[in-house]
């Protein structure tokens, strides 16, 4: 599913996987159902080493494996003023984003090294003529070399594609329009509305079939309404690019802008029907158990139950439809738009589905609006760091086998695991003290921590691509069967039980995630890694850096919108109403410290849109700084480098988040993802920690000291 949480941080995911060689398979084939990740997902689909870098160094302008990097300080600013700047200025001058990054920090470094690594299994695996067929290695290695195999791609430009074309180009009524959407739905395509399964909000047991929003080329709904100059420019851009997509295909100049305004105008039809990405935040704005009939009734000009066969789903009787006025003005429009119009909205989604994976010149063009005008980045990644992407985002857990061996012992797994519980055991005893809680929402708040299900480093159990055919022939073909073989086995699930087990990222990747649904925290091998984490490295810094950030994923269980879930994942309501409205007040707080950042003149932070990573990043910090004090067992705390155990904490925390980033990525992320830019998640939370102040001997006078009065806290 694409609600809630998830959504802002997939779009710019997909956005960046439009820049690179990854299929856009989430919209219709959704997983990840809810997810909070702890960061934006690393801009890998617009970067490249410029030096390959070789495995296990650490990397970075003189970070060293788990303690600080001291030629990263900037100590012209005065840390009571701007924390972040000074934590990390240094670095943000010496560092510069490479060509083909929007962005450049401790993540895409990790993420990079991390390529690298994946690069020289890929390789080995695509010159290993003895693999077994039908095994793991022989997939991902095919799979990348049909990746890497360019001049077999630019030969056939867009010619894989014909036979779809001429499907739809074969459309001649409601009917058959409604067979081929089902069609590229299951190919991943996201056109009109998004098909997948996800887990019964009410019933944590099962899953259930799922309709939501979708159909546009466009990050969100608002970029399509927004009346500022800005927008309008980045609109009239979008039009010029589906333009000359169309001209790739083949169409004149004349035709192809009319094709791409007819585009515009549907988009922005479903645009206008398509709930604020403020709303997708709350459950109960996209939780509505409908039986077919009921939705059918609002929906007379579409036969759902022909759909759902034709997408390949056992028959479906009840479903959420996530948001029912989408599918209402769905309905209004195919009644209206003629199918000509359709049509043409229907090729533009399959070749904008598809570019990135065709030749160089289709590349290119896409290249040009979704990484350069979307994103700021300069060039393109080299073909085989998109290629590992495109085999991590369709093999992962294949891929991700070879990986965790490398580089993820047991003995890491146990020693964050440790650190894991640690942080829990912070959170329970804040839980069992907190002066705002009444003791009935008290019992149910631990009972909820208490089951929270932890998962370090890598799935108990490997997922089985048997259905998922690979050779060395067309790329695209390979990347369509990988899309076809996700959106298949989301559809087997519906009516089945919730299986508890599944990971919605690979073990490689840079982020973590909580999962409100499953009530789990998720660490994958790939953030476990120096520099932000190195179990022998200084305490003060692992509990900086990474703590903080496992802290991050339990505080998403309190946040505004997990605490909405129960302990089994069920949305259901365990607050007094006292303490609802307390817990309310005090996330309100956050959201108007939020709504003040500026991120360029007149472009402020969201307050509501990136108030439960707010509240998660504030309760994360609190609890990492509980957990660290409770690690010293009494000890004193140790002087190192000149830094107080307590003053390298928080300088580790901010230097977790260093990052520099391109002005277009900022303003991306600002309009479109629930997270907070580096600059706020550690000024922000910073300001409300009386701990820091102390730390650093700041005074009601500076900058970043709010008084007592104005400071919020909730965990
Ligand atoms: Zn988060």
């Given at each position: 599913m694409t609600n809630g949480v998830k959504c802002g941080v997939f779009l710019v995911a997909s956005l960046l996987a439009a820049g690179s060689l990854v299929a856009q398979s989430g919209s219709s084939a959704p997983v990840g159902a809810n997810r909070t990740e702890t960061r934006l997902p690393v801009a890998s689909g617009c970067g490249s080493p410029l030096v390959a870098m070789a495995s296990g160094q650490a990397p970075g302008g003189g970070a060293s494996k788990g303690q600080l990097d001291l030629s990263a300080l900037d100590k012209s600013v005065a840390p009571c003023t701007d924390f972040f700047t000074f934590a990390t200025g240094n670095w943000m001058k010496q560092n510069a984003i490479p060509a083909?990054?929007?962005?450049?920090?401790?993540?895409?470094?990790?993420?990079?090294?991390?390529?690298?690594?994946?690069?020289?299994?890929?390789?080995?695996?695509?010159?290993?003529?003895?693999?077994?067929?039908?095994?793991?290695?022989?997939?991902?290695?095919?799979?990348?070399?049909?990746?890497?195999?360019?001049?077999?791609?630019?030969?056939?430009?867009?010619?894989?594609?014909?036979?779809?074309?001429?499907?739809?180009?074969?459309?001649?009524?409601?009917?058959?329009?409604?067979?081929?959407?089902?069609?590229?739905?299951?190919?991943?395509?996201?056109?009109?509305?998004?098909?997948?399964?996800?887990?019964?909000?009410?019933?944590?047991?099962?899953?259930?079939?799922?309709?939501?929003?979708?159909?546009?080329?466009?990050p969100e709904r608002d970029y399509y309404t927004r009346g500022d100059d800005k927008s309008k420019e980045l609109r009239m851009q979008y039009v010029a690019h589906v333009t000359k997509m169309f001209q790739l295909l083949g169409d004149d100049s004349t035709k192809a802008a009319a094709e791409a305004k007819t585009v515009l105008d549907i988009e922005t039809r479903l645009a206008n029907v398509s709930l604020p990405i403020v709303d997708l935040r709350d459950p109960d704005k996209v939780y509505h158990r409908q039986n077919v009939s009921e939705l059918a009734a609002g929906t007379p000009h579409f036969r759902w139950t022909e759909y759902f066969q034709e997408a390949g789903a056992q028959p479906v009787t009840s479903l959420n439809v996530a948001e029912p006025d989408f599918f209402k003005g769905m309905d209004a429009a195919l009644a209206s738009v003629s199918l000509d119009d359709w049509k043409t909205y229907l090729r533009w989604h399959l070749i904008h589905s598809s570019a990135a994976a065709l030749s160089q010149d289709f590349q290119d063009v896409n290249f040009d609006f979704y990484g350069r005008t979307l994103t700021g980045s300069k060039q393109q990644l080299p073909r085989w760091q998109r290629c590992v992407n495109s085999t991590d985002s369709e093999l992962g857990e294949a891929l991700g086998q070879y990986f965790v061996e490398q580089q993820f012992p047991a003995s890491a797994k146990a020693a964050a695991t440790v650190m894991v519980k640690n942080v829990i055991a912070a959170l329970r005893d804040d839980l069992q003290t907190l002066d705002w809680m009444s003791p009935e929402t008290r019992k149910k708040a631990l009972e909820k921590l208490n089951a929270i299900d932890i998962k370090v480093g890598y799935p108990g159990k490997w997922r089985d691509y048997s259905q998922f055919a690979v050779n060395r022939g067309a790329y695209v073909e390979n990347l369509r069967r990988g899309t076809q073989f996700e959106f298949a086995r989301q559809l087997a699930k519906i009516g089945k039980p919730v299986d508890r087990g599944e990971w919605t990222m690979t073990p490689p990747t840079v982020n973590a995630y909580y999962n409100p649904l499953l009530n789990e925290i998720v660490f994958p091998a790939g953030i476990l890694q120096p520099p932000l984490y190195d179990p022998n490295g200084d305490a003060a810094f692992n509990y900086g850096a990474t703590a903080a950030a496992i802290g991050h994923e339990m505080t998403h269980g309190f946040d505004d919108e997990g605490a909405r879930f129960d302990a089994q994942g069920n949305l259901t309501n365990w607050w007094t109403d006292a303490d609802l409205k307390n817990f309310q007040d005090r996330g309100d707080c956050i959201a108007k410290q939020f709504d003040e950042f500026e991120v360029e003149p007149g472009l402020h932070e969201q307050g509501k849109l990136v108030e439960g990573e707010s509240i998660a990043d504030l309760g994360g910090l609190a609890?990492?700084?509980?957990?660290?004090?409770?690690?010293?067992?009494?000890?004193?705390?140790?002087?190192?480098?000149?830094?107080?155990?307590?003053?390298?904490?928080?300088?580790?925390?901010?230097?977790?988040?260093?990052?520099?980033?391109?002005?277009?990525?900022?303003?991306?992320?600002?309009?479109?993802?629930?997270?907070?830019?580096?600059?706020?998640?550690?000024?922000?939370?910073?300001?409300?920690?009386?701990?820091?102040?102390?730390?650093?001997?700041?005074?009601?006078?500076?900058?970043?000291?709010?008084?007592?009065?104005?400071?919020?806290?909730?965990?």
């Open positions: 083909d990054y929007p962005s450049w920090g401790i993540s895409e470094e990790i993420d990079r090294r991390n390529k690298e690594i994946l690069r020289t299994i890929l390789e080995k695996a695509a010159a290993d003529k003895s693999a077994k067929p039908g095994s793991p290695w022989q997939k991902i290695g095919d799979y990348y070399a049909s990746c890497m195999n360019e001049s077999a791609i630019n030969a056939a430009r867009s010619k894989p594609l014909e036979s779809e074309f001429q499907r739809i180009a074969a459309i001649s009524d409601l009917p058959s329009f409604q067979a081929e959407l089902a069609r590229l739905h299951t190919m991943g395509v996201n056109a009109v509305f998004g098909f997948g399964s996800e887990q019964d909000f009410k019933d944590s047991t099962q899953e259930i079939a799922d309709i939501e929003q979708g159909g546009l080329g466009l609890m990492a700084y509980a957990a660290y004090h409770k690690s010293l067992s009494g000890k004193p705390d140790v002087t190192k480098d000149g830094w107080t155990g307590d003053q390298r904490f928080f300088i580790a925390y901010a230097q977790s988040w260093e990052d520099n980033l391109r002005p277009e990525l900022a303003r991306l992320i600002t309009q479109s993802d629930p997270h907070p830019l580096p600059i706020f998640r550690v000024n922000g939370p910073l300001a409300n920690t009386p701990e820091f102040y102390k730390a650093f001997a700041c005074t009601e006078k500076s900058a970043l000291e709010r008084t007592a009065g104005k400071r919020c806290r909730i965990w």
